[in-house]
């Protein structure tokens, strides 16, 4: 689930009835009045390798194909930037790779400024009400770029065999009691620090609006240095450790730690009294791929809804992208995935516009 960014924005939901040129009409589809049944028609649709595309292909692909009589052809696709790359590079020859891409935040914004993303319609989405606004991500014409897929958490994790007592705030691994037992994650563009610093010390993530804001939090990132035992790119490396009780603490997502829980490790998830670092990824269509966009509007409407990403939340272990109260989710299904407490939203504007210059101080910081 590490991506350099990661991507957010929504969906609505709605129907093609107009712009389905070239489909064959059928029987209304239950549940879709306003949508035609799609008869031998198929969406290329990209979605995060590994996990991820298992998960889709095995609950969600076969029951929408079931529902819409559009058949799905799934395409592993890498995070972050090299999705965005290989995407560009298809669209100068007028050609994509897919119909539909799951996409990380900070590409999507590199995205919409390069033009890439076809404007989505919310009025053939009518379900993108349920979804949070705040996932709904735009281009500097105001028009939606990408809407919201998946959402996941990453929390303040802890080994209780060598902690008994829980944390309650990102500000605990600042204290000096936890000197050489933290693992964080070592790149800034998905450890999100500089934004965890912002909210806890700078009074929010609007403090990395400039450049000065930046250094602070890089420097109170730095503080944290004699606490830290490993910067870590695999992931797997810090779960085991953090298992084991060799690195008692740091960061690592909630669903992945909440599953090590009923495994039966000594390990805990905290979210943090200023929330969990939320981030996810979202659905954008590239001009390249808009003939397919009638067909695209029909699924980004169909995962939408409040039922799709309940059980998206049971057999993937994302964290809705709808509020919870239009859930299905019991109480204890919604907590093992998600939370009501205001996340540190990471900063993707800051992440796509001063790569470079974050990438520098960060750089300095862990060398210094």
């Given at each position: 689930?590490?991506?350099?960014?990661?991507?957010?924005?929504?969906?609505?939901?709605?129907?093609?009835?107009?712009?389905?040129?070239?489909?064959?009409?059928?029987?209304?589809?239950?549940?879709?009045?306003?949508?035609?049944?799609?008869?031998?028609?198929?969406?290329?649709?990209?979605?995060?390798?590994?996990?991820?595309?298992?998960?889709?292909?095995?609950?969600?692909?076969?029951?929408?194909?079931?529902?819409?009589?559009?058949?799905?052809?799934?395409?592993?696709?890498?995070?972050?930037?090299?999705?965005?790359?290989?995407?560009?590079?298809?669209?100068?020859?007028?050609?994509?790779?897919?119909?539909?891409?799951?996409?990380?935040?900070?590409?999507?914004?590199?995205?919409?400024?390069?033009?890439?993303?076809?404007?989505?319609?919310?009025?053939?989405?009518?379900?993108?009400?349920?979804?949070?606004?705040?996932?709904?991500?735009?281009?500097?014409?105001?028009?939606?770029?990408?809407?919201?897929?998946?959402?996941?958490?990453?929390?303040?994790?802890?080994?209780?065999?060598?902690?008994?007592?829980?944390?309650?705030?990102?500000?605990?691994?600042?204290?000096?009691?936890?000197?050489?037992?933290?693992?964080?994650?070592?790149?800034?563009?998905?450890?999100?620090?500089?934004?965890?610093?912002?909210?806890?010390?700078?009074?929010?993530?609007?403090?990395?609006?400039?450049?000065?804001?930046?250094?602070?939090?890089?420097?109170?990132?730095?503080?944290?240095?004699?606490?830290?035992?490993?910067?870590?790119?695999?992931?797997?490396?810090?779960?085991?450790?953090?298992?084991?009780?060799?690195?008692?603490?740091?960061?690592?997502?909630?669903?992945?730690?909440?599953?090590?829980?009923?495994?039966?490790?000594?390990?805990?998830?905290?979210?943090?009294?200023?929330?969990?670092?939320?981030?996810?990824?979202?659905?954008?269509?590239?001009?390249a791929a808009a003939s397919s966009l009638d067909l695209a509007y029909?699924?980004?409407?169909?995962?939408?809804?409040?039922?799709?990403?309940?059980?998206?939340?049971?057999?993937?272990?994302?964290?809705?992208?709808?509020?919870?109260?239009?859930?299905?989710?019991?109480?204890?299904?919604?907590?093992?995935?998600?939370?009501?407490?205001?996340?540190?939203?990471?900063?993707?504007?800051?992440?796509?516009?001063?790569?470079?210059?974050?990438?520098?101080?960060?750089?300095?910081?862990?060398?210094?």
């Amino acid at each position: 689930m590490t991506n350099d960014s990661n991507s957010g924005l929504s969906f609505r939901r709605r129907t093609l009835l107009k712009g389905l040129s070239g489909l064959a009409l059928a029987p209304m589809i239950t549940g879709f009045p306003n949508i035609v049944r799609a008869q031998e028609k198929k969406l290329r649709i990209g979605v995060y390798g590994g996990y991820f595309k298992d998960t889709f292909d095995a609950e969600i692909f076969p029951d929408f194909t079931a529902d819409t009589g559009i058949a799905v052809e799934s395409v592993g696709e890498p995070t972050g930037e090299v999705w965005l790359i290989q995407l560009e590079q298809a669209a100068r020859a007028g050609r994509s790779p897919v119909d539909i891409s799951m996409m990380a935040g900070v590409p999507v914004i590199r995205g919409a400024n390069s033009g890439l993303w076809a404007p989505l319609d919310p009025a053939r989405m009518p379900n993108l009400k349920y979804i949070k606004p705040e996932l709904v991500q735009r281009d500097a014409k105001e028009q939606i770029a990408a809407i919201g897929a998946v959402g996941w958490y990453i929390t303040l994790v802890t080994n209780t065999d060598v902690y008994p007592e829980e944390p309650k705030s990102w500000a605990d691994m600042w204290d000096p009691k936890y000197k050489d037992s933290l693992g964080l994650l070592a790149n800034v563009g998905n450890s999100y620090l500089l934004e965890v610093a912002a909210k806890v010390y700078f009074g929010g993530i609007s403090h990395l609006d400039t450049d000065e804001g930046i250094r602070e939090a890089c420097a109170k990132v730095a503080e944290l240095k004699p606490n830290v035992r490993l910067w870590y790119r695999d992931e797997a490396q810090f779960e085991q450790a953090l298992k084991s009780g060799e690195i008692p603490m740091g960061q690592y997502f909630h669903d992945v730690t909440r599953l090590a829980v009923q495994d039966g490790f000594p390990v805990r998830s905290t979210m943090p009294v200023e929330g969990g670092i939320y981030d996810y990824g979202s659905w954008a269509v590239t001009k390249a791929a808009a003939s397919s966009l009638d067909l695209a509007y029909v699924y980004m409407d169909y995962i939408s809804q409040p039922s799709i990403q309940s059980k998206l939340a049971r057999k993937l272990g994302s964290a809705p992208v709808v509020e919870r109260d239009v859930t299905d989710l019991t109480d204890e299904e919604f907590d093992s995935v998600s939370s009501t407490i205001d996340p540190v939203r990471p900063h993707y504007e800051m992440q796509a516009l001063k790569t470079d210059f974050i990438n520098q101080i960060w750089t300095e910081m862990q060398q210094s």
